[in-house]
């Protein structure tokens, strides 16, 4: 019988298959794989480049392509039209990285077709000048390919060799022309090759020993259950991917301490970290010990609770790992205690109102006398009081308040120290808490007994409070593997600032840094960035964090942006972007769409629905399309997402900009923080991004024209 192998990125692309395509795919599968001499079934074309390169007859018009790995076992890396597939049959060659022991695939035709277009002779200029023919073979380039490397002079020349290259060889030479040294680049897969993961002696002939290298890549189907199963639901298996540099980052044996892995959206951070999550349950011992992998939100936790259970099959590991939200997890320890109230937005808005209608009063840029906003108290209060657990005046009044903008004279310390106390006193009174205050209880209830947790594991760390790292180092006793930390300064979309060094967290020497994105395509990539501001952010570690060598190794369409006269005539339009994504076979739950206010939210649910399309309802246990606000799309991927009401009017929110006449300062990261946001929302999409806006446009965007090279004007 014959053992088949799935190249995962195939399952993306199934899913866009007719309905009836996909049931012979099915079919075609299941008999080659019970057919005793399955190769008798493949075709070998005339003139292709590499004699392991078949195809198999889908129906009619699909042909797969099918790679021999030796013996009877094979390889399914796509499923193409008749002709398309014949081409690239003929095309392209697998061989194995002679230094990383990986299958790769190269479109030889196409390389050839290439080469033909560049001058005869070196580039006066190449691009890779500061790598050495033996540093470019340490990456595991060809020695074929380096005369070819050295006629390149231009971006555009490489973005047309890399979407012929195998994409390890492409992400190397990306990265060194993006302006990165032969050692930082090394740095990104030496310890794939060094730390625990040496392929040792490479067989460049042995395919079946480089497929099964990629264990995150390329999936070995056990039988026709687990297939079944994997066609059923292909995008929830491509989002467990791991690729090559993320996977030593999650596999590696041991950090001698809290380690911090840093990089910007799409670098893969969260799936790294649920890898990290079953690798280190899946070593406990069986005595009740236990991972604890939390984030920020709920339903950001609820999240990696889905995907954790695709990717760890074994329930007794996955019952070694708790996947709970920090808010409810301090809630929970309190709660063993003594009842617990949590005073929410109703409660705490009002109070921070009128301790600011009553409050202290200063001369505002314009030289106008005014109060000290809520929004200001709040953040001191929270930035300030409960960062540092500040329990008098005269703590306050020594207390450093760095980001907080211009400094408070001594009195105007003891004018804002009663203001804040104000809001304090009436919590008690009420007998609620809000979370932070929480988090800073239950850490004092854990440090009274031996730590619950072997590993702690934290995602989006760039949003966590002081008192919510405090609460994570009093979980977990500080030895080797204790805290793993996953964070982006750039996706910061809460006003929460931490200095881990400073709350006893130290990653010095264990932070790894991730840079190339392989969610989004380029050109998502290039708009999304162009959002952010470019102001200079501060990392966890305490050093300023950067965007250098961050890029895309995948190409794909440009963002679309429609411009709308009413909300009504934009919304007629998401309903057929999203009707349309649906026909072409996009399964329900891989479409999201996003919006910056909640009212809007519940707009865009009520015409999808009107329109008979399924929304998302977890409460309900409903599957369909996701509809979230920014914020409510934190953690979360889609391959098709809209981004609606992108109106001046919306975005910046109004509400959560300080005025600049109030608070410059203020006013920076408030706007600084919109950006982020939006940031954020953009990057969820993998393959295709919708945008669109009623009447002017938010300034957010990049100047017209040079946001998208597709654009239409639609009237309400």
């Known amino acids: 019988m014959a053992e088949l192998a799935i190249d995962r990125e195939f399952l993306l692309r199934f899913g866009t298959l007719p309905r009836p395509t996909q049931r012979a795919v099915h079919s075609a599968i299941q008999k080659f794989a019970q057919h005793v001499h399955a190769g008798l079934h493949l075709e070998k074309l005339t003139g292709a480049r590499d004699p392991n390169v078949r195809t198999i007859r889908i129906d009619n018009f699909w042909r797969g392509i099918v790679v021999a790995l030796g013996g009877a076992r094979f390889l399914l890396k796509d499923v193409m039209p008749h002709d398309d597939a014949n081409a690239y049959a003929v095309r392209h060659i697998f061989s194995v990285n002679q230094v990383l022991g990986i299958l790769e695939v190269r479109d030889q035709g196409g390389i050839e077709d290439f080469e033909r277009t560049l001058p005869a002779e070196p580039a006066a200029a190449g691009l890779f000048e500061q790598a050495s023919n033996a540093d470019l073979e340490r990456f595991g380039l060809s020695p074929d390919l380096i005369p070819l490397l050295r006629r390149i002079n231009s971006d555009r020349q490489l973005d047309s060799l890399c979407g012929l290259l195998p994409q390890v060889q492409g992400t190397v030479l990306s990265g060194l022309a993006s302006g990165m040294s032969v050692a930082d680049v090394w740095d990104e897969l030496s310890e794939q090759i060094l730390a625990g993961h040496e392929p040792g002696e490479v067989d460049t002939r042995n395919l079946e020993a480089a497929a099964r290298r990629m264990p995150d890549r390329i999936t070995f189907v056990s039988g026709p259950v687990e297939l079944a199963a994997i066609l059923e639901h292909p995008f929830d298996l491509w989002r467990t991917f791991l690729h090559p540099t993320q996977r030593d980052v999650a596999y590696r044996e041991e950090y001698s301490g809290p380690a911090l892995v840093a990089g910007s959206a799409g670098t893969g951070k969260t799936v790294t970290g649920l890898h990290r999550a079953v690798f280190l349950a899946g070593r406990l011992p069986d005595d009740g010990s236990k991972v604890l992998?939390?984030?920020?939100?709920?339903?950001?936790?609820?999240?990696?609770?889905?995907?954790?259970?695709?990717?760890a099959g074994d329930p007794a590991v996955r019952a070694r790992i708790d996947v709970v939200s920090i808010d409810k997890l301090a809630h929970e320890i309190v709660s063993r205690h003594r009842k617990v109230t949590v005073a929410d937005e109703t409660v705490l808005g009002p109070l921070w109102d009128e301790a600011a209608a009553a409050g202290p009063t200063y001369h505002n840029r314009a030289g106008r006398m005014t109060r000290f906003s809520a929004a200001f108290l709040r953040r001191e209060w929270e930035q300030v009081v409960l960062a540092q657990q500040l329990t008098s005046v005269e703590a306050y009044r020594d207390a450093v308040r760095a980001g907080r903008g211009e400094g408070l004279r001594a009195g105007q310390r003891d004018e804002v120290w009663a203001a804040m106390q104000h809001v304090v006193q009436q919590l008690a009174k009420r007998r609620s808490h809000t979370h932070t205050q929480l988090a800073d209880e239950a850490t004092a209830l854990i440090q009274q007994r031996p730590a619950p947790y072997r590993h702690v594991v934290v995602d989006e760390g760039q949003d966590l409070h002081p008192a919510q790292w405090r609460l994570l180092r009093a979980l977990v006793a500080p030895g080797p593997n204790d805290l793993f930390l996953l964070a982006d300064p750039y996706q910061r979309i809460y006003d929460n600032q931490a200095s881990l060094a400073k709350l006893g967290i130290q990653v010095r020497g264990r932070t790894r840094r991730l840079t190339v994105n392989y969610r989004t395509t380029h050109e998502i990539l290039n708009l999304s960035v162009r959002v952010l501001s470019g102001d200079p952010v501060v990392g966890l570690d305490g050093d300023g964090d950067t965007l250098r060598g961050y890029r895309s190794v995948t190409h794909g369409a440009e963002p679309v942006l429609t411009a709308h006269t009413d909300r009504d005539g934009e919304l007629d339009t998401l309903i057929e972007r999203v009707g349309t994504w649906l026909e072409q076979g996009v399964e329900p739950h891989a479409i999201g769409v996003a919006a910056r206010t909640g009212s809007l939210v519940k707009a865009i649910t009520r015409t999808l629905t009107d329109a008979h399309i399924d929304v998302a309802d977890d409460r309900r246990g409903v599957?369909?399309?996701?509809?979230?606000?920014?914020?409510?799309?934190?953690?979360?991927?889609?391959?098709?997402?809209?981004?609606?009401?992108?109106?001046?009017?919306?975005l910046p929110a109004r509400n959560a900009v300080t005025p600049e006449a109030d608070d410059p300062h203020a006013h920076r990261q408030d706007l600084q923080r919109e950006r982020c946001l939006l940031f954020v929302a953009l990057t969820r999409a993998r393959d295709v991004l919708y945008l669109s806006h009623t009447g002017t446009p938010t300034?957010?965007?990049?100047?017209?024209?040079?946001?998208?090279?597709?654009?239409?004007?639609v009237t309400g």
């Open 293 to 311: 992998l939390t984030t920020f939100t709920r339903a950001l936790a609820e999240a990696l609770a889905r995907q954790l259970h695709r990717l």
């Open 623 to 650: 599957d369909g399309v996701r509809v979230a606000t920014m914020h409510g799309l934190k953690g979360l991927e889609f391959r098709c997402l809209a981004v609606v009401g992108l109106d001046a009017g919306l």
């Open 699 to 713: 300034t957010l965007l990049p100047a017209a024209g040079a946001v998208v090279a597709a654009r239409a004007a």
